[in-house]
């Protein structure tokens, strides 16, 4: 047998909702940055979004592991670099990087696999086929440059380590070696580029999906067949001027070609390479020193040849290595390149021992371009290449406008259910209204702290979950009021059906929202990126709709039905009074009935 609306308490139940909402808000305006504004994504507030898309050299999926360690050294270049309010999140095979505000350019070179190694230069040619554009030069952290010089231009070098610069016109060194000029061009030339046809890996778009792109791999694997075939360089250390001539002839450089062996190039192997914005191409052997061994790297500006610079610091084995390759080719006046993600940054010569671990690179790099690198450069280099399938942009006007869009779509849904509720349940509609109220303001405060603990960030979508939400909530109310009014009509006062109605009721509401929460939690599980915004205020909703309904609308109906005031008992001022007197005919229509039968 159901309790009596008297058995209740409501006003305990009342009392625990509002210690709850009080501790919330408390926490809103005692924590984080004391302002109780929940935190926007950049559909709503403005900013940059940009997903990149793993490749791997064979087409197979990248490791979990791979993509993890990924994640977690472009979240170290973010807080290197001082972005704030950046996440980046994995989403399948993509590293997704959202950046709020005006700073999203910086994000755009994020995702760029800073893959550096050195190797020795075996031979170089000019690259006479695509001129280098002179607009729009190629960022250093992208595109990186060379610094072996043009015909009669100055030299990049390295401490000790200068590029070409006319044997007339000594540079001097810096990092505390000597430096001595270099040869402009190498001793043994290969044959210059004869096509102007660029390979099909130029035109390859990347994968968008998330999965890897098989014809990608297709292209990767044929350009290390050409370019770094190990018979390029024979067993003597001399140039196989055939095959090189055929790999340079396959290697188009231009800023606007796209290179497949970008962040793929195989290190233990010879590898054919543009440099030099595009102007040289370069044979090199493999590569004796990884850039895993730099210790750390800045930028500055050379004073002495009047050029921005990324300065490195190797660590032990690192210094090691790199001291015995410049001792050993000194006398030879070899190059070593600088390459970044199959590009060389820069090809120096050797002018005397570096003993200290302390070289330069230098490529006519910006101060932005040398900041960039140098941020990458110390985080390290990311375990995949990436290509970049998706950059969006949105201006803070657009978000603003969308946010007051989604506010008025909310107020609109907010104002047809109170308007259904007055106009059908009247008293019991006054109580919705509250009720929805106090959800809201339940819910802005759990989107608040969420947004400051574990960075949810509230968009479009999850807006719109917040307006659904509004009718599932309201639904429970409707479920509630009916099941009150079924009641009534089997001739039950509403005091007497308030408690009956709800512990039916109930059951119908847990099933109801159980039904809306599955679904919710199935489609974040599965869902990407905009979709689980949705499925999580989605599911958030349902959640806190239970809480209000049980701590909120039951007690104060029940208060209501155990109410002295006539006003507020009165069934018709509740939208109660065409069913009450249906219940009332029909309880005289069986004690008639009845009578009847006793009589006869």
């Given at each position: 047998?159901a309790a009596?609306?008297g058995h209740?308490?409501p006003?305990?139940?009342?009392?625990?909702?509002?210690l709850?909402v009080?501790?919330?808000?408390a926490l809103?305006?005692?924590t984080?940055?004391?302002?109780?504004?929940?935190k926007?994504g950049i559909?709503?507030?403005?900013g940059t979004?940009v997903?990149l898309?793993?490749?791997?050299?064979?087409?197979?999926?990248?490791t979990?592991e791979s993509?993890?360690?990924?994640?977690?050294?472009?979240?170290r270049?973010?807080?290197?670099?001082?972005?704030?309010?950046?996440?980046?999140l994995?989403?399948?095979n993509?590293?997704?990087?959202t950046?709020?505000?005006?700073?999203?350019?910086?994000a755009?070179?994020l995702?760029k696999?800073a893959?550096?190694?050195?190797?020795?230069?075996?031979?170089?040619?000019?690259?006479?086929?695509?001129?280098?554009?002179?607009?729009?030069p190629?960022?250093?952290?992208?595109t990186?440059t060379s610094?072996?010089p043009?015909?009669?231009?100055?030299s990049?070098?390295?401490?000790?380590a200068?590029?070409?610069a006319?044997p007339?016109?000594?540079a001097?060194?810096?990092g505390?070696?000597?430096a001595?000029?270099?040869q402009?061009q190498?001793?043994t030339?290969?044959?210059?580029?004869?096509?102007a046809t660029p390979?099909?890996s130029s035109q390859?778009?990347a994968?968008?999906?998330?999965?890897?792109?098989?014809?990608t791999a297709?292209e990767?694997?044929?350009?290390?067949?050409?370019?770094?075939?190990?018979?390029l360089i024979?067993a003597?250390?001399?140039?196989?001027?055939?095959?090189?001539?055929?790999?340079?002839?396959?290697?188009?450089?231009?800023?606007?070609?796209k290179?497949?062996?970008?962040?793929?190039d195989?290190?233990?192997l010879p590898?054919?390479?543009?440099?030099?914005?595009?102007t040289y191409?370069?044979?090199?052997?493999?590569?004796f020193?990884p850039?895993?061994e730099?210790?750390?790297?800045?930028s500055?500006?050379?004073q002495?040849?009047?050029?921005?610079?990324?300065?490195?610091?190797f660590k032990a084995?690192g210094?090691?290595?790199w001291?015995?390759?410049?001792s050993?080719?000194v006398s030879?006046?070899?190059?070593a390149?600088f390459?970044?993600d199959?590009?060389?940054?820069?090809?120096?010569?050797?002018?005397a021992?570096i003993?200290?671990?302390?070289?330069?690179?230098?490529?006519?790099f910006?101060?932005t371009?040398?900041?960039?690198?140098?941020?990458?450069l110390?985080?390290?280099?990311?375990?995949?290449s990436?290509?970049?399938?998706d950059?969006t942009?949105?201006?803070a006007?657009?978000?603003?406008?969308?946010l007051?869009?989604?506010?008025?779509?909310?107020?609109?849904?907010?104002?047809?259910?109170?308007?259904?509720c007055?106009f059908?349940?009247?008293?019991?509609?006054?109580?919705?209204?509250?009720?929805?109220?106090?959800?809201?303001?339940?819910?802005f405060?759990?989107?608040?702290l969420?947004?400051?603990?574990?960075?949810?960030t509230?968009?479009l979508?999850?807006?719109?979950?917040?307006?659904?939400?509004?009718?599932?909530t309201?639904?429970?109310?409707?479920?509630?009021?009916e099941?009150?009014k079924d009641e009534?009509?089997?001739?039950?006062?509403?005091r007497?059906?308030?408690?009956?109605?709800?512990?039916?009721?109930?059951?119908?509401?847990?099933?109801?929202?159980?039904?809306?929460?599955l679904a919710?939690a199935?489609?974040?599980v599965?869902?990407?990126g905009d979709?689980?915004?949705?499925a999580?205020t989605?599911?958030?909703?349902?959640?806190?709709?239970?809480?209000v309904?049980y701590?909120?609308t039951?007690p104060?109906?029940?208060m209501?039905?155990t109410?002295?005031?006539a006003?507020l008992?009165?069934?018709?001022?509740?939208?109660?009074?065409?069913v009450?007197?249906?219940g009332?005919?029909r309880?005289?229509?069986t004690s008639?009935?009845?009578a009847?039968?006793?009589?006869a």
């Amino acid at each position: 047998m159901a309790a009596s609306a008297g058995h209740l308490r409501p006003g305990r139940y009342l009392a625990l909702f509002a210690l709850i909402v009080i501790v919330l808000y408390a926490l809103v305006f005692l924590t984080g940055n004391h302002k109780p504004t929940p935190k926007l994504g950049i559909d709503l507030q403005g900013g940059t979004r940009v997903t990149l898309t793993a490749r791997t050299p064979d087409g197979g999926q990248p490791t979990r592991e791979s993509l993890n360690q990924a994640r977690q050294i472009i979240e170290r270049r973010v807080n290197g670099i001082g972005v704030g309010g950046t996440e980046v999140l994995l989403d399948g095979n993509n590293v997704v990087i959202t950046v709020p505000g005006e700073q999203g350019d910086q994000a755009k070179n994020l995702g760029k696999t800073a893959k550096l190694g050195f190797r020795k230069v075996v031979a170089n040619a000019t690259q006479p086929v695509v001129p280098p554009q002179p607009t729009n030069p190629p960022p250093a952290t992208g595109t990186p440059t060379s610094g072996t010089p043009k015909p009669g231009a100055p030299s990049s070098s390295a401490p000790a380590a200068t590029s070409s610069a006319p044997p007339s016109s000594p540079a001097a060194g810096g990092g505390g070696a000597a430096a001595a000029p270099a040869q402009q061009q190498s001793t043994t030339p290969a044959p210059p580029s004869s096509s102007a046809t660029p390979p099909p890996s130029s035109q390859a778009p990347a994968p968008s999906d998330g999965s890897v792109d098989a014809e990608t791999a297709k292209e990767i694997q044929a350009a290390k067949a050409v370019r770094q075939d190990p018979k390029l360089i024979g067993a003597d250390g001399q140039a196989n001027q055939e095959l090189v001539a055929k790999a340079m002839a396959s290697l188009t450089c231009s800023p606007n070609a796209k290179d497949p062996l970008e962040g793929n190039d195989d290190p233990k192997l010879p590898l054919v390479a543009c440099g030099d914005h595009d102007t040289y191409k370069y044979l090199l052997e493999p590569e004796f020193l990884p850039g895993t061994e730099i210790a750390d790297a800045t930028s500055g500006y050379d004073q002495q040849r009047g050029q921005w610079a990324v300065n490195l610091s190797f660590k032990a084995e690192g210094t090691k290595i790199w001291a015995d390759f410049t001792s050993k080719n000194v006398s030879q006046q070899a190059q070593a390149a600088f390459v970044l993600d199959t590009q060389v940054v820069s090809a120096p010569a050797i002018q005397a021992a570096i003993l200290d671990g302390n070289t330069q690179i230098t490529g006519k790099f910006t101060q932005t371009e040398a900041k960039d690198l140098s941020d990458i450069l110390k985080y390290g280099s990311l375990p995949l290449s990436f290509a970049s399938s998706d950059a969006t942009t949105v201006s803070a006007t657009l978000g603003l406008a969308s946010l007051q869009a989604g506010l008025i779509a909310g107020g609109i849904g907010l104002l047809v259910v109170f308007v259904y509720c007055l106009f059908y349940y009247r008293l019991l509609g006054v109580l919705t209204i509250l009720s929805l109220a106090l959800s809201g303001a339940l819910v802005f405060a759990v989107l608040v702290l969420l947004g400051r603990w574990i960075g949810y960030t509230l968009d479009l979508a999850g807006i719109a979950g917040l307006i659904i939400a509004i009718g599932i909530t309201a639904d429970s109310f409707v479920i509630y009021f009916e099941r009150l009014k079924d009641e009534i009509r089997e001739g039950r006062t509403f005091r007497s059906a308030v408690p009956r109605g709800w512990v039916r009721a109930r059951r119908t509401i847990l099933a109801s929202d159980g039904v809306s929460f599955l679904a919710a939690a199935i489609l974040y599980v599965i869902a990407v990126g905009d979709v689980q915004g949705f499925a999580f205020t989605l599911g958030m909703s349902t959640v806190l709709d239970l809480v209000v309904v049980y701590l909120v609308t039951h007690p104060l109906v029940a208060m209501v039905s155990t109410s002295k005031n006539a006003f507020l008992s009165n069934p018709r001022h509740l939208g109660l009074g065409a069913v009450q007197q249906l219940g009332s005919q029909r309880k005289k229509s069986t004690s008639v009935g009845r009578a009847n039968v006793k009589e006869a």
